[in-house]
C-alpha cells in the first residue's frame, strides 16, 4: 500500500477505488457511464411503435436519431423528436432537455418527407403502368412478327402473297408504333419504350 491509501480512513475506502496510472477517485455509483454522466431509460413512440433505450445523459438528439433511423428505416433529417411538447434540437444533449430515467420521446415525420414518399409512390406507379403498356405492345407485335414472318417465307418460297396481306400488316404494325409512342414513361420506362 501506499501513503495516499493508508492516508484514507479505513470507513471511507468504499468510496474510493484506485484508476489505472495510480489515480485514487471516487467510485461510481450503479447506473453511471464510464464518464460518470447517468444513464437514462427512455421509450421513444412513433406511430403504434415503441421503441425503448438505455443511453448516457450526454447523448445528443441527433445521435438518437441516428439510432431511430436503424429502427424505422426514417432517415435522420426526416425525423421530428419531441419532448413535453417541443422538438428538440440536434446539437441538445438529453441531460440539457430534462429528460430523466423512464422519460418518453414521441418521433414524428417531417412533412416534406411525407410529400416526397408520395410523389416517389406515384411516379413508381406511373413506371409500373408504362412498364405493362410497353409490354402489352410488346406482345401484340410478337403476334404481327410470326405473321410477317409467315408472309416472308412465302415470298422467299416463291409463293404470291396478295398484296392486301402487305398493307395489313404494315398498318397493324403502324398501329402499334402509334400505341408505344403515346405511352407517357420517364426514366426507364422511357429507355424502355425507345428500345421497343
Same mark, same amino acid.
Given at each position: 500500500m501506499n501513503q495516499l491509501e493508508e492516508a484514507i480512513d479505513i470507513d471511507k475506502q468504499e468510496e474510493w477505488e484506485m484508476r489505472p496510472g495510480g489515480m485514487l477517485v471516487q467510485k461510481r455509483e450503479d447506473g453511471t457511464e464510464e464518464d460518470g454522466g447517468p444513464m437514462f431509460k427512455i421509450k421513444v413512440s412513433y406511430g403504434s411503435s415503441f421503441y425503448d433505450f438505455v443511453l448516457p445523459c450526454k447523448f445528443t438528439f441527433g445521435e438518437l436519431k441516428k439510432l431511430l433511423a436503424q429502427e424505422t428505416t426514417l432517415e435522420p433529417e426526416d425525423q421530428r423528436l419531441f419532448f413535453r411538447g417541443r422538438e428538440k434540437d440536434d446539437a441538445e444533449t438529453l441531460l440539457m432537455a430534462g429528460l430523466k430515467d423512464h422519460s418518453k420521446l414521441l418521433l414524428m415525420e417531417r412533412p416534406a418527407s411525407k410529400e *416526397? *414518399? @408520395?410523389?416517389? +409512390?406515384r411516379k413508381k406507379e406511373e413506371m409500373m403502368k408504362s412498364y405493362a403498356a410497353i409490354a402489352e405492345v410488346r406482345a401484340e407485335v410478337d403476334k404481327l412478327s410470326q405473321r410477317v414472318s409467315s408472309v416472308e417465307a412465302s415470298v422467299h418460297s416463291g409463293t *404470291?402473297?396478295?398484296? *392486301?396481306?402487305?398493307?395489313?400488316? #404494315?398498318? !397493324?404494325? @403502324?398501329?402499334? !408504333? !402509334? &400505341?408505344?409512342?403515346?405511352?407517357?414513361?420517364?426514366?426507364? +420506362? &422511357? #429507355?424502355?419504350? &425507345?428500345?421497343?
Open positions: *416526397k *414518399k @408520395m410523389e416517389e +409512390a *404470291k402473297v396478295d398484296e *392486301k396481306e402487305f398493307i395489313i400488316s #404494315t398498318e !397493324l404494325l @403502324m398501329v402499334q !408504333l !402509334l &400505341k408505344l409512342d403515346s405511352i407517357d414513361a420517364e426514366g426507364e +420506362a &422511357k #429507355t424502355q419504350r &425507345k428500345n421497343e
